[in-house]
């Protein structure tokens, strides 16, 4: 299992910006527009999740972007794979923090940081690997 400081740096920086993203998103759904604290949490993680992909993309692992369209496809299918599983744990790790009593924002933050390292390392072993960054003809 690799782990690379600078890219973990980097990964951070990118996945701060989400962050941001993310709790915007869910401040202006539940106190702008009224929607429930948990829908509005489903719906930023899936706007982090996408803002995330290209960020790590063009940034995170840029020496190892995909060739062609083939390989492009290879990395948005690994990525969706490690997103789901990603997604599933921090929806499930926010709802339960909200159904706790925790502000939606509070729990959002806890969830994030709760699965920060593995969410790296499922980026760096799986989803940005030089086998998911060339074009498999």
Request: with cysteine; proline share 3%.
């Amino acid at each position: 299992m690799r782990f690379d400081l600078h890219r973990w740096g980097v990964f951070s920086l990118v996945g701060f910006g989400g962050f941001i993203l993310q709790l915007s998103t869910v401040a202006a759904l539940t106190r702008v527009f009224g929607w429930s604290a948990v829908l509005a949490t489903a719906i930023a993680l899936e706007v982090a999740a996408t803002y995330n992909f290209f960020g790590h993309s063009w940034w995170t692992w840029r020496d190892g972007r995909p060739e062609g369209a083939r390989g492009w496809l290879v990395r948005y299918g690994r990525y969706q794979a490690a997103k789901t599983t990603s997604l599933a744990a921090s929806f499930a790790a926010a709802a339960f923090l909200i159904w706790w009593g925790m502000p939606p924002e509070v729990a959002n933050i806890a969830a994030v940081l709760l699965c920060s390292i593995p969410n790296y390392l499922l980026a760096e072993n799986y989803v940005f690997t030089s086998e998911s960054s060339v074009d498999s003809r």
